[in-house]
């Protein structure tokens, strides 16, 4: 079975500055995506990134990076410049590859952008 | 660029009553997926469903649910008889098969509220 763990229910950032957003993880597959999403209040799931376990390099898109660490069992999530329509609710998730299998979601963490 | 749809967007229902959302995932996916979240809360996996039968399905799955694929486009979630504590948001999504990771297309949403 597949565990998610995120420590950090809320953060506040000052606008422009960077942040990261913990997310730790917990399975005995080899062969595994670990994904993070943006819920803003209005409801909807949005993607933002993909990182595979046996991607050598952390995973970039944007202004988001992942900070992969494997032996650490980590996938932080880096936002570079913070902007005021980042704020939302961010969830760090995982599945196995391979097959049909479910995508297991972490708790998430309030992101509250300060002008 | 292609999305996942789902109607209605919110729906009301008495407690007892069955209800029906719907889901047009995305044409050439081959996996389709019903998460759950409880206001508050963090999405849950419910059922996984993959050529024309389901393939996974969790504990919150239980006889009052049920999924189908009509007509080859509409992914349907079913629950027979409505409780209280089935008022969440409930997300449909899907993934195409010939992908490396197994990245999930999420629908916006159906807001369900049992009175």
């Known amino acids: 079975a597949q565990k998610i763990t995120q420590t950090q229910p809320g953060m506040f950032v000052q606008e422009k500055e960077a942040v990261t957003l913990d997310c730790t993880y917990d399975?005995?597959?080899?062969?595994?995506?670990l994904f993070w999403y943006k819920q803003p209040s209005s409801g909807e799931m949005i993607f933002l990134i993909y990182?595979?376990?046996?991607?050598?390099q952390n995973a970039t898109e944007g202004r988001y990076s992942l900070n992969f660490q494997k032996a650490r069992k980590s996938a932080n999530l880096v936002i570079s410049a913070s902007q005021l329509g980042d704020s939302a609710m961010y969830f760090c998730?995982?599945?196995?590859?391979?097959?049909?299998?479910?995508?297991?979601f972490g708790t998430g963490t309030r992101l509250t952008i300060i002008p | 660029e292609p999305e996942v749809t789902q109607t209605p967007s919110h729906q009301v229902t008495q407690m007892g009553q069955e209800v029906i959302l719907r889901c047009v995932p995305i044409?050439?996916?081959?996996?389709f997926y019903w998460y759950r979240q409880i206001l508050g809360q963090k999405v849950e996996f419910l059922v996984s469903?993959?050529?024309?039968?389901?393939?996974?399905k969790s504990e919150i799955f239980d006889d009052q649910f049920s999924v189908e694929r009509p007509d080859g486009s509409n992914f349907t979630l079913k629950i027979r008889s409505t409780k209280l504590e089935d008022s969440a948001m409930y997300f449909c999504?899907?993934?195409?098969?010939?992908?490396?990771?197994?990245?999930?297309?999420f629908g916006p949403g159906t807001r369900l509220t049992v009175l």
């Open positions: 990182q595979g376990s046996y991607d050598e």
């Open positions: 998730a995982m599945g196995v590859n391979f097959g049909n299998e479910k995508l297991t």
């Open positions: 999504a899907s993934r195409p098969r010939d992908r490396v990771n197994n990245e999930q297309f």
């Open positions: 044409s050439n996916h081959l996996y």
């Open positions: 469903f993959y050529n024309n039968e389901i393939s996974e």
């Open positions: 399975t005995s597959d080899q062969s595994y995506g």
